[in-house]
């Protein structure tokens, strides 16, 4: 297909283009070494529980390592483009804005699924310590690779807005950030102080965690696949009307 | 090939492009002049597409810009002001890049670069990345970019700028030999290369066309067309100004230059009486030791000067300080 083969050379050239520069390698050696620190240092750490289990430790701080380092993949998307002015090249060639706006999306979800998947010692570890559940494990990583997709393409909606990335990588930790509060204890009793139920319940199901929680539980429910999911394609699609609007005038 | 009727694009309040219309054939090398700001870009963008128009229509081969967006950009290479490239890249992989981007794969891809290279001289910073090259190499591979699928249209917003004067003689060779098969739009404030390259110019000033002809027809429109610039020995500039400017087919004349005893005037026709001038002219001088005598073709830059900012354009009396041989 046609389409297809237009999103993969976009997609392609992303990803040259992050290995290219060390941004690629930096988040990754960053990535890896959160991941390494919280999961066998910070309390309740993996050996404390004395469970063959990675949920509640490892990615138990998956939402807040993303929050600042999904960004940091994220903000160059867009607004590097517009900086340099590639982006009235790209938007020249024969191809559609969705095609260049989802062979971004693609690249940069591959890569974060690539840094993802070098954390496999952690997997290596539990598996020497004890027998753990390897669906659950298996089920978990899915769940955090949609939810790095949810950061990323809203990182990637903020990169649309502004052509300096530091602007965009501050607006779409906020967002990201909000999007973690949602579901934290202290934010629902505050909202709860003053709303509805139906207001706390409508806040509350913007909550990653909570959509998180039940992948590391080992359930692949639709309504968390779909959820992030949703946040992904409506963040794409947005960041296509805020690329249509900037040409406007 | 191009067509463009009555083409508008507003920014806020501001009127950028201004109801412009025209068109461009195959064969056709045709030259947008105008000073800064006066909406060149902003036309090439919308042709190709980048901005969307806020009236009017631009076809292009046929195709609606705004409805066949797609079949309208495969027609098209476009460089776009500035040059951009992917500075994250070589010039190797950013015109393969650009050739799976049009389609191109295997060994119609390679042979495209290769091509490209050729003819835009990039052979020696091939493998260089495009971050490190110079402005005169970036905006090449960026040029290289645009004729790398052999396109029917060419939109190129000033393709010599930043060049070597080697650099700008190829690209105006290529450009006029290209012309000679697609229809080439392309922007440029030397005035020369009008008359270089253009088959026709067209001279946008405040989003509006001035002027529209062949590079002869605009340069009619000097007041120095058809002038006569004559150099005198022996008699005084008074006497030979006011002879001349009794000639009935002259308008005036004005004193060029006074060097010892020679004295240089241009004598400026009546609207088309440049035949009558000259032969009235030369009756008129037989009795003096005439040095030298020619008859001007018109300028450009007076043209542009003249139909761009009316009212300050230096008449030609306040330019007898620089006297231009
Ligand atoms: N994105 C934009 N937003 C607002 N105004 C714009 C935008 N792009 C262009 N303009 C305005 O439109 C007008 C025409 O600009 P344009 O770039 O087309 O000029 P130009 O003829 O190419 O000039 P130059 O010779 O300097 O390249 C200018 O006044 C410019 O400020
Ligand atoms: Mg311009």
């Known amino acids: ?249 | 090939m191009i067509n463009v009727e009555n083409l508008t694009k507003t920014f806020g309040a501001k009127r950028a492009v201004d109801g412009i219309s025209f068109s461009v054939e195959r064969g056709e090398v045709l030259g947008f002049l105008g000073p800064n700001g006066a909406g060149k870009s902003t036309t090439m963008r919308m042709i190709t597409g980048f901005l969307p128009p806020s009236g009017g229509r631009i076809s292009v081969g046929g195709h609606d810009v705004v409805d066949q967006p797609i079949a309208v950009k495969r027609l098209i290479g476009y460089l776009p002001e500035n040059a951009p490239a992917y500075t994250d890249m070589t010039v190797n992989g950013f015109l393969s890049f650009s050739a799976e981007i049009r389609g191109l794969r295997g060994d119609a891809k390679k042979k495209a670069v290769s091509r490209a290279v050729e003819m835009c001289f990039l052979e020696r910073v091939l493998h260089q990345s495009v971050e490190t090259l110079s402005k005169g190499y970036r905006h090449r591979t960026c040029f290289a970019q645009s004729i790398l699928h052999d396109p029917d249209v060419l939109i190129l917003d000033e393709p010599t700028d930043g060049l070597d004067p080697n650099q700008k003689h190829e690209v105006r060779q290529l450009i006029r030999r290209m012309g000679e098969k697609k229809a080439i739009i392309f922007s440029t404030h030397i005035l020369e290369e009008v008359d270089a390259v253009c088959s026709r110019a067209i001279i946008i000033d405040r989003g509006r066309i001035v002027a529209n002809g062949t590079p002869l027809e605009l340069r009619r429109k000097s007041e120095y067309a058809g002038a006569i610039t004559l150099s005198v020995r022996g008699v005084s500039a008074s006497a030979v100004t006011q002879k001349l400017s009794q000639l009935s087919s002259a308008k005036r004349t004005s004193v060029i230059a006074e060097n010892g005893s020679k004295v240089t005037v241009t004598v400026f026709p009546k609207p088309n009486m440049d035949g009558e001038l000259t032969r009235a002219v030369i009756d008129a001088t037989q009795v003096w030791q005439v040095e030298e005598l020619r008859t001007e073709e018109g300028r450009m830059d007076e043209v542009f000067r003249s139909i761009t900012m009316p009212d300050t354009a230096k008449s030609p009396e306040s330019r007898v300080q620089s006297p231009q041989s």
């Not at chain 1, 139920?197 to 965690?209: A, I, N, Q, R």
């Not at chain 1, 692949?220 to 794409?236: M, N, P, Y």
Request: aromatic letters at 18%; a positive charge; glycine letters at 8%.
């Open chain 1, 1 to 249: 297909m046609n389409s297809w083969a237009n999103i993969k050379t976009i997609a392609k050239r992303e990803l040259v283009a992050y290995f290219a520069s060390p941004l690629a390698y930096v988040f990754i050696v960053i990535f890896l070494l959160l991941c390494g620190f919280f999961t066998f240092s910070v309390k309740p750490n993996l050996f404390d529980r004395g469970q063959a289990s990675l949920s509640g430790t490892f990615f138990f701080w998956h939402p807040w390592f993303y929050m600042f380092l999904v960004p940091a993949v994220g903000m160059r998307l867009w607004a590097e483009e517009r900086r340099v002015g590639t982006l009235e090249l790209l938007l020249t060639m024969p191809i559609t804005a969705w095609q260049a706006i989802v062979g971004k999306f693609l690249a940069s979800w591959l890569f974060l699924g690539l840094a993802l998947a070098l954390t496999f010692p952690v997997v290596w570890t539990v598996n020497y310590l004890g027998t753990p559940d390897n669906g659950v494990i298996f089920a978990s990583y899915i769940g955090s690779w949609l939810m790095a997709g949810a950061y990323l393409a809203i990182s990637c909606m903020t990169s649309a807005m502004t052509r300096t990335q530091v602007v965009s990588f501050i607006i779409s930790v906020v967002v990201c950030l909000f999007l973690i509060l949602a579901g934290f204890q202290p934010v629902v009793d505050f909202i709860s102080g003053f709303a509805g139920p139906k207001v706390v319940d409508f806040v509350t199901s913007f909550s990653v965690v909570t959509h998180f929680e039940g992948f590391q539980k080992g359930v692949l429910d639709s309504r968390d696949v779909l959820f992030f999911l949703s946040v992904i394609a409506f963040s794409l699609f947005t960041t296509g009307v805020i690329l249509r609007s900037h040409r406007a005038g």
